[in-house]
């Protein structure tokens, strides 16, 4: 079999180009950045769709060989296949949770690298009050609440958090964020009045299953 170009909108020093395809890799061969590009981080076997069901749209990344990972990267550690400001989108489900604290610094920095700015992420994460969170043997502490994005803003950090940036720690952060937040709610929560949710969502073990995280790129 005739070995992958590496195309030319990728320009990672890290994670490694397989000698077979891993994914309908054609199109962004073909793309040169002409058309946004889109990136399913930590995608897994199951790498997201459009709104009309079409995967050709993402490129998914993840460490692992699955199906429909079209580039192999710890994403942790390694350089991100990507060019500053490239990316338009990401999405990236259930995966964060699986990192260190200072691989999350690392993860963030990339994802605020790679980004246009104005460039968007839709994160989904296990809340930290729901079982989801620490059921998984490979899930790192500490799981993800609210706060974990405050430090994701520049100026936030400057003001209350200094010594988690990378001017003070040299693992730290430098990515810059706003950051907004949704809850997938447990479905007994969901009939109780818009009052009895806020309620549950604040003071209740369970109540809240997932945190559905808007990232933009400042």
Not at 87 to 94: K, L, P, T, V
Not at 149 to 171: I, M
């Given at each position: 079999?005739?070995?992958?170009?590496?195309?030319?909108?990728?320009?990672?020093?890290?994670?490694?180009?397989?000698?077979?395809?891993?994914?309908?890799?054609?199109d962004i061969e073909k793309n040169n950045q002409q058309t946004p590009l889109k990136l399913d981080?930590?995608?897994g076997p199951n790498k997201h769709k459009g709104p009309k069901g079409d995967e050709t749209d993402w490129i998914g990344l993840d460490k692992l060989k699955f199906d429909g990972v079209d580039w192999c990267c710890d994403l942790g550690s390694q350089r991100w296949p990507c060019a500053n400001d490239s990316?338009?989108?990401?999405?990236?489900?259930?995966f964060v949770e699986h990192l260190t604290p200072v691989e999350r610094c690392y993860f963030f920095n990339e994802l605020w690298r790679v980004l246009v700015p104005?460039?968007?992420?839709?994160?989904?994460?296990?809340?930290?009050?729901?079982?989801?969170?620490?059921?998984?043997?490979?899930?790192?502490?500490?799981?993800i609440g609210e706060m974990f994005?405050?430090?994701?803003?520049?100026?936030?950090?400057?003001?209350?958090?200094?010594?988690?940036?990378?001017?003070?720690?040299?693992?730290g952060y430098a990515c810059d964020f706003d950051a907004s937040w949704g809850y997938n709610v447990h479905p007994l929560i969901v009939q109780k009045s818009p009052e009895a949710q806020q309620f549950a969502i604040q003071f209740y073990k369970e109540a809240v299953q997932d945190l559905h995280t808007t990232l933009i790129k400042r």
């Open positions: 079999m005739e070995k992958l170009k590496v195309p030319k909108n990728l320009d990672g020093v890290s994670g490694v180009w397989p000698s077979e395809p891993l994914g309908p890799l054609g981080l930590g995608c990316i338009a989108m990401a999405h990236s489900s259930h104005g460039g968007k992420c839709l994160m989904i994460t296990p809340h930290w009050a729901s079982c989801r969170a620490y059921g998984d043997p490979t899930h790192q502490w500490p799981p994005f405050y430090y994701l803003g520049q100026k936030w950090r400057d003001e209350n958090a200094p010594h988690s940036d990378v001017k003070h720690w040299k693992q």
